[in-house]
């Protein structure tokens, strides 16, 4: 969703000096900042799209109006009772029911805000947990088991994506709900029968689980859909603040490691200077990544604006949180838990490729690390996510 009130704000202020972005989605985005705009950093993920949600229609226009109506206050009460206009005070030193009512509508104030912000947390905080599924070419019906949990099951349409995904560039295209039929909601195994068999060269993807996120219609009356189900990490990336600078690992491919240190002045372009470091965290688009991180001397915070993500890394506490994007590109971020001395040059960066990009990158820091590679290429390699029998 475009931010139209940031937008508004910047344009109304500094339209002739406001830089001509790049937008998501283009080829070779980078999440840089721009001289002169004062809207938020583009929102990348679902949970960033929440954030600037939640800041541009709850937070904003509270401030703005307590705001407003504590100038009105302020400005009758000096006109209309200055000692010119208003030679004789009154003496009163209560009122019950102004006192009721100061009390009793910030009260609601913060009920309303929380109503929101309570639903952002636990989107923050709970990782999700939709499962994927994948068949091979020519597949027509997929059986597919349903969680053991009955509270997480796929029990209605909005638990499931069905989606083609080319398998040499992974690009995925949704079904939409004509092409296929499905049996089975809330039991054990849910049964997709596609009104097309799976064509040549193309997966059928399934996802199924509770974890909807993305923006939803406001208070479920304004604007359009466009949630989705987000599925379980296929990626956990672990990462540790050190005074100054940042190791990432990457557990689920031999744990390899490797440092991210702020690039040299000279070595980058200069609106790049303290965001660029000299190894890119990689991951792949479309895909749930869980980021787990910790401290190994102080407390430190790794924070990706274009994420939605700002998370202490502590040194003997495992914190975790998670990000889902479908926009390759790259994005920066910087360490925001004052650390010392040169807190100021321990920037982040995540560069989001494609699946295959993804895998050869791997490939590349497993053998630097001494490791086997991890995946065959240029043979197209079926999914992260494991496929289980696929049935005619
Ligand atoms: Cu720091």
Redesign the pocket.
């Known amino acids: 969703m475009k931010l139209a009130l940031p937008a508004f704000l910047s344009s109304l202020a500094l339209a002739p000096m406001a830089v001509a972005a790049q937008s998501l989605g283009e080829p070779g985005f980078e999440d840089v900042p721009h001289n002169s705009v004062i809207a938020l950093r583009e929102a990348a993920t679902p949970v960033a799209e929440e954030i600037h949600f939640f800041h541009d229609f709850v937070i904003l226009p509270v401030m703005v109006g307590i705001s407003l109506f504590v100038l009105a206050l302020l400005i009758w009460v000096v006109l209309r009772y200055n000692a010119k206009a208003n030679p004789v005070p009154n003496t009163f030193s209560h009122n019950t029911l102004v006192e009721v009512v100061w009390t009793v509508v910030p009260v609601l104030i913060l009920v309303f805000i929380a109503l929101f912000s309570f639903d952002l947390l636990y989107l923050q905080d709970r990782v999700p947990d939709a499962q994927v599924y994948e068949y091979d070419e020519g597949t027509q019906r997929a059986r597919i088991p349903n969680a053991e949990v009955a509270s997480r099951r796929v029990t209605q349409e909005r638990h499931l994506e069905v989606a083609l995904v080319d398998k040499r560039s992974r690009q995925k295209q949704l079904l939409s709900p004509e092409q296929y039929d499905v049996q089975g909601y809330g039991e054990e195994e849910l049964v997709i029968a596609l009104a097309d068999p799976v064509p040549n060269g193309q997966l059928l993807r399934v996802t199924g689980g509770r974890s909807r996120a993305g923006r939803k219609p406001f208070l479920g009356l304004f604007g359009e859909d466009e949630s989705q189900v987000i599925p379980a990490p296929s990626v956990t990336i672990k990462a540790i603040?050190f005074?100054?600078g940042w190791s990432y690992v990457y557990p689920d491919f031999g744990d390899f490691e490797f440092d991210a240190l702020m690039a040299p002045k000279d070595s980058v372009p200069s609106n790049l200077y303290r965001l660029a470091t000299t190894n890119d965290v990689v991951v792949p688009a479309g895909e749930t990544i869980r980021i787990a991180t910790v401290g190994r001397d102080?407390?430190?915070?790794w924070a990706m604006p274009a994420f939605g993500i700002k998370i202490d890394a502590i040194p003997g506490r495992y914190n975790e949180t998670w990000f889902y994007t479908e926009n390759e590109g790259t994005y920066y971020g910087?360490?925001?838990?004052?650390?010392?001395l040169?807190?100021?040059f321990?920037p982040i960066s995540v560069r989001v490729v494609s699946r295959p990009e993804f895998e050869a990158w791997v490939n590349e820091q497993a053998e630097l690390n001494g490791l086997d590679p991890f995946f065959d290429l240029p043979n197209e390699q079926l999914a992260a996510a494991p496929a289980p029998a696929a049935a005619n």
């Open positions: 603040g005074q100054w102080v407390i430190h915070s910087q360490c925001s838990e004052m650390c010392g040169d807190h100021a321990m």
